[in-house]
């Protein structure tokens, strides 16, 4: 990944004797191309998910089955897998899939148009205005899918408290507990994954960017 770092360019003109001419616009250019490449890295990772999801929507609505495993949480539960259980839960997990999809697929839209207002042309306080707002979309996005999780996780247990009433079945405590601390860890650990996963895939572009930014920050200081 190209990167421009400012350090590395300080400590070039320390060890030359003859130091190479980057004036400050020079710089503040090369700052903000570094920058806009980053965005564009970010927009490319979040349109590969989308593909990647979009592909697992695909897979699985019309080739394989990834609703097996709940169903057969569900049969511990003692609900029966019924006919019509099979087809709400279908409908169920058609509409959660769906969300999912539209959630990525706007913030691909939205990374988009943040790219594409973002002009190294632009004065350095509108340049660094543009990144600001950049960094939180993604933050957004981010939340957005920790939060997307939770619901999920909400929508699914609620259902099954449904299904369970509706067929009449009344889970002795020690179970119970179990459901609802096994539902509450599982939440934890997929939180704990999506937030290491961005943490690594997103953390380390952000992290190159605040740095460009506050360099920049920095210049318009000077000036």
Same mark, same amino acid.
């Given at each position: 990944?190209?990167?421009?770092?400012?350090?590395? +360019?300080?400590?070039?003109?320390?060890?030359?004797?003859?130091?190479?001419?980057?004036?400050?616009?020079?710089?503040?250019? %090369?700052?903000?191309?570094?920058?806009?490449?980053?965005?564009?890295?970010?927009?490319?990772?979040?349109?590969?998910?989308?593909?990647?999801? +979009?592909?697992?929507?695909?897979?699985?609505?019309?080739?394989?089955?990834?609703?097996?495993?709940?169903?057969?949480?569900?049969?511990?539960?003692?609900?029966?897998?019924?006919?019509?259980?099979?087809?709400?839960?279908?409908?169920?997990?058609?509409?959660?899939?769906?969300?999912?999809?539209?959630?990525?697929?706007?913030?691909?839209?939205?990374?988009?148009?943040?790219?594409?207002?973002?002009?190294?042309?632009?004065?350095?306080?509108?340049?660094?205005?543009?990144?600001?707002?950049?960094?939180?979309?993604?933050?957004?996005?981010?939340?957005?899918?920790?939060?997307?999780?939770?619901?999920?996780?909400?929508?699914?247990?609620?259902? !099954?408290?449904?299904?369970?009433?509706?067929?009449?079945?009344?889970?002795?405590?020690? !179970?119970?507990?179990?459901?609802?601390?096994?539902?509450?860890? %599982?939440?934890?650990?997929?939180?704990?994954?999506?937030?290491?996963?961005?943490?690594?895939?997103?953390?380390?572009? %952000?992290?190159?960017?605040?740095?460009?930014?506050?360099?920049?920050?920095?210049?318009?200081?000077?000036?």
């Amino acid at each position: 990944m190209a990167e421009f770092d400012l350090d590395h +360019l300080k400590k070039t003109w320390q060890e030359q004797e003859v130091q190479p001419k980057y004036d400050s616009p020079q710089i503040e250019a %090369m700052l903000n191309k570094s920058s806009r490449n980053y965005v564009k890295y970010i927009l490319w990772i979040s349109i590969a998910e989308f593909l990647v999801i +979009l592909g697992l929507n695909f897979y699985y609505s019309f080739i394989g089955d990834d609703s097996e495993s709940f169903m057969n949480i569900l049969g511990k539960l003692g609900i029966e897998n019924t006919v019509d259980l099979q087809a709400d839960f279908a409908h169920l997990y058609f509409v959660l899939k769906f969300v999912s999809l539209v959630l990525t697929g706007v913030f691909v839209v939205l990374f988009y148009q943040n790219y594409k207002k973002i002009n190294v042309e632009s004065n350095l306080k509108k340049f660094i205005l543009q990144i600001i707002s950049f960094k939180k979309t993604v933050n957004i996005f981010i939340l957005a899918n920790i939060l997307l999780l939770v619901f999920f996780t909400t929508v699914l247990t609620v259902f !099954t408290f449904y299904i369970l009433s509706q067929q009449h079945i009344q889970l002795s405590h020690p !179970t119970l507990i179990g459901f609802i601390v096994g539902t509450v860890l %599982m939440t934890i650990l997929s939180i704990v994954l999506i937030w290491l996963y961005y943490r690594i895939v997103y953390g380390i572009i %952000m992290k190159r960017l605040g740095k460009n930014l506050d360099e920049l920050k920095k210049m318009e200081s000077v000036e």
